[in-house]
């Protein structure tokens, strides 16, 4: 429970600096952050699974390029879905995408999968 908390808030960051960076991106208050988070958990989880298996011919023939195109669609459906939260259109729901997964990898180098600080501690040996 903790990590997926954890995770979350690194969600809401990313969300935050996709509409900090992009102008065709906004969320309007705390309380949208929070829910687009956690609805753009739940599709990651259960609807993009899905189209990936449905694109897989298409993500093989553009050597796995189409999945940014996935990942701005999984975008686009949250905002499409909730209110508070605008894409100007779909090269922005791929910017932004492209943005809060760059978060997510960032912070996944830092965080193990149970919600824990992870550092790496490398002894030089002469």
């Known amino acids: 429970m903790r990590g997926f908390l ?3 808030l690194i ?3 990313g969300l935050w600096l996709a509409s900090e960076l992009l102008g065709g ?3 309007a208050g705390t309380g949208t952050f929070i829910v687009a988070a956690l609805l753009l958990g739940f599709v990651n989880a259960i609807v993009r699974p899905v189209l990936f298996f449905l694109t897989l011919p298409l993500t093989i023939v553009t ?3 189409f999945i940014l195109v996935l ?3 999984m975008f686009a459906i949250v905002a499409g879905v909730l209110p508070g939260f605008g894409v100007a259109g779909f090269g922005s729901a791929m910017l932004g995408a492209v943005i809060v997964s760059l ?3 960032v912070a996944s180098w830092f965080i193990g999968p149970d919600g824990r600080y992870e550092v790496l ?3 030089r040996r002469r």
Do not use: A
Request: aromatic share 0%; charged share 10%; glycine share 10%.
């Open 6 to 8: 954890l995770r979350s």
């Open 11 to 13: 969600t809401m960051l």
């Open 25 to 27: 991106v906004s969320i």
């Open 63 to 65: 050597l796995g390029l």
């Open 71 to 73: 990942n701005g669609l």
């Open 103 to 105: 978060t997510s990898i």
């Open 121 to 123: 501690i490398v002894e």
